[in-house]
């Protein structure tokens, strides 16, 4: 999914009912604005390229 195509608004609104929590209307602003970035920067990361042969490794080593 692209940013462009990401509703954060609707997400919010779904998963907020979906779970019980109610977000307070002062709040909701910062709360999508904060999707709508983690979203951005997960794209970043999606959108890597790969090649077929990677595997992760099995011990991290900075």
Request: aromatic fraction near 8%; proline fraction near 11%; charged fraction near 20%.
């Amino acid at each position: 999914m692209s940013a462009d195509a990401f509703d954060a608004d609707a997400y919010v609104t779904a998963f907020a009912a979906l779970i019980g929590l109610e977000i307070a209307p002062e709040h909701r602003p910062g709360v999508v604005l904060n999707l709508t970035r983690i979203a951005a920067m997960a794209a970043l990361v999606m959108d890597f390229p790969l090649p077929d042969d990677s595997e992760p490794a099995p011990v991290y080593r900075p």
